[in-house]
């Protein structure tokens, strides 16, 4: 069936037909070429062209292929906290030698797998457009072994992490645990009293951070009557200003939220968790979540640049969503999970914080929740728990966002993209087959 | 008369009442302890009080004492484009031995002089919180013998540079007609063509960059209605929104400009001269002005931090105030000017850029504007040239920003203040006769 459809609609509309997008009704996207953000011409030129920009009152500066530019300029639209560095240097990421990475670059090119659903094998290389892959890295024993930039993503440039920005609170939280500062058995009012008669009141930390609430928030992004809305207009700069009387900031949301099951029975993904946690990381450690994250990682990771968050009128960060990183600092946070909380020789935290991740929730919670193509999986602590033969395990976010890590094959592959669709469950298919297909290519080498 | 009011209003608002500021009328403003964003407890907290809070939307954000804050947050606040340094490793600034450092620390602080008007003799340690600086640094001989950081500034933040800003374009474009790639003499039209028609018609190069132009631009900052406003109302995120109906971006606003008087005639402050300049910048460099910044200095000045700009919608920096910086990176473009063009034992950019901007302009056409605390003074290339014994010159912003270059004494200083009125004039008498203060002893020592 795939490859009629895609004599048609092109091979991401035929995707998206089997997977239940919406793409596909609208006519095919064009092209990762055609949707270059060099080739549309946005915000090209002294200045660009009327019908070139893009602003924050675009009403589609977030749709593709508006999308493929903003992805890295979220910080040119919308105030932004910083998550620093610091100012000691960057420590470079290692690489292979330069005739074995030519090599294997060649060679995972190459790669062919099929996608989920599919007869039709396709390589590794031709998977790269067809995902509109801004971004990959991949790193392996310890060395980068595969790294190309498109789209509008430069070495030098960040990228929109979308919800991979809820791995990095899952991990902090899991530091503090494993550092005795935080009680994952404890209700999160010990924390965050603010959330005392709201439906998170009888919650655990633990339940937050498996997203294990029973809470009430629709986060159908199809849906523009969801609450995962009403929650993003909270956190705009227009909450701040005259006229708006909804919640201000998302902390004068989160209270709202109300309860309509019971916690701990089954995973539902709703952000809002995240927010909730990523505040109880603040109150334990007395800063803003952002500069936790500086505090806890960025600062002693190596990072070779600053990331940013969009936040609220308060400052607050998005938490859930709103982290921009480079694609190097987005390996050394993989690396910091498959090592175990090592990194350039030092160790930044505890190794019992990445196993607890890494050995994942109970896939019977999960299994309700539908994802067709993360059969047997799991959600734990902010991340994807795959239960498959390598113990591989993800951070994900919206639009095609990865950092893969790999145990089994020592291999952290990071995947920045802007497919037109937001959901992974239509993007899976042309990307998990390929990530298994070079984690077996780096075993076998 | 100092001493009488100062008893009553305070020093500040006494200097106000001396040259002609507004504070005096208003009350004194709280002092520099007082006013400290910590103790203010701006955006403090989890989520920070509703009445600590600063927004994009607060009507006073970049009013005293909220001021304080603002300036080292702008990023928080509006989007922004960056001018990178690149991944390159930062080159540090060298550093007066521990021993020498400290000596000199002590004897800087010491250092006594009369403040403009007045009899009464002040310390530059007591000058400091007089003038609400945030951060200072100053560079002798190559080496750094006096760095102090306060308020909202810290070595890693990053600092409104205010007006300084139009320092950075002044000399770029220097730097362009050194390499042939700019002629003075030409009319600005040659190089945008979209000020055809416009007060910029029949205007030179030479006279937007010394800002002889004649154009009709009223930039009292103390008038409401005055055409900063509406320039400014140009730049901001709501010039690309539903109900505004004027100039869409600084580009837009530039060709509205209108002629009143002859080009080349007399000095007038106006900053569209620098937007101006900086589209020339753009047109000649075939990239934003931001970027052309990156491109011809922060990539190659051992830069510690990337700086940024507040942006209109077009993604234009703001090119006459925008630009945010860290304190050390702009000792770094004094060093460059001191030493003609030379940082790191590396040549930047030909002496003779930096040699036109020290040989000032015509003193003749400056006093008519009759700044006060300047006489004899002119302006060149956006630089103020003070045509005094040390043949010092400098790049100075609104609320008391300044990068101070005397050749005489081989001293750059650098501070960035927020000084509760935006007036240098007010500014300078607790300010100019100090720094001539620190040549002194540096030339003495």
């Known amino acids: 069936m795939l490859s009629s459809i895609s004599k048609t609609l092109g091979v991401a509309a035929a995707i998206a037909a089997i997977t239940g997008g919406s793409v596909a009704a609208q006519g095919a996207p064009i092209s990762a070429a055609e949707s270059d953000p060099a080739v549309m011409g946005w915000m090209q030129g002294t200045p660009p062209p009327t019908d070139k920009l893009i602003t924050a009152a675009s009403p589609d500066f977030f749709a593709f292929p508006k999308l493929r530019w903003t992805v890295c300029n979220i910080r040119n639209l919308f105030g932004t906290v910083p998550t620093n560095k610091g100012l000691s240097p960057s420590i470079p990421l290692e690489y292979a030698a330069p005739a074995d990475f030519a090599d294997m670059r060649q060679d995972i090119d190459a790669l062919s797998f099929l996608p989920i659903g599919s007869e039709t094998p396709v390589s590794f290389g031709e998977a790269l457009d067809l995902n509109y892959t801004d971004g990959i890295l991949i790193i392996h024993e310890d060395k980068v072994v595969y790294e190309r930039y498109s789209g509008c993503l430069t070495e030098d440039g960040r990228h929109a992490a979308m919800s991979m920005t809820k791995s990095t609170v899952g991990l902090l939280a899991e530091i503090l645990i494993a550092e005795d500062s935080l009680d994952e058995n404890a209700p999160v009012t010990n924390y965050v009293p603010e959330l005392s008669g709201s439906g998170f009141e009888t919650a655990t930390v633990r339940q937050v951070m498996d997203m294990t609430t029973g809470i009430k928030f629709d986060e159908n992004y199809d849906n523009p009557d969801a609450d995962i809305w009403v929650y993003s207009a909270s956190g705009t700069a227009a909450a701040g200003a005259a006229g708006y009387e909804g919640p201000v900031g998302y902390m004068q949301y989160l209270p709202l939220v109300e309860q309509v099951a019971e916690h701990g029975a089954e995973f539902g993904y709703k952000t809002v968790n995240t927010d909730v946690l990523a505040w109880i990381v603040a109150r334990v450690t007395g800063m803003p979540y952002n500069e936790a994250l500086s505090e806890m990682l ?108 790999d145990p089994a094959a020592d291999m952290v592959l990071v995947r920045f993209s802007s497919f037109p669709q937001p959901k992974n469950g239509v993007i899976d298919p042309t990307s998990l087959p390929a990530y298994q297909a070079v984690a077996d290519y780096l075993m076998a080498r």
């Open 298 to 405: 960025w600062s002693k990771m190596g990072a070779e640049q600053n990331a940013y968050f969009s936040s609220d009128v308060t400052g607050t960060p998005f938490a859930g969503g709103g982290m921009s990183a480079s694609l190097r600092d987005m390996g050394r946070f993989g690396l910091l999970l498959l090592n175990e909380g090592e990194i350039n020789g030092e160790r930044v935290f505890p190794a019992s914080a990445a196993q607890s991740i890494a050995a994942g929730a109970d896939p019977e919670k999960f299994e309700p929740a539908g994802y067709t193509t993360l059969p047997g999986g799991s959600y734990r602590s902010m991340f994807w728990v795959f239960h498959n033969e390598n113990e591989a395990y993800a951070a994900r976010g919206m639009h095609g966002q990865t950092v893969y890590v």
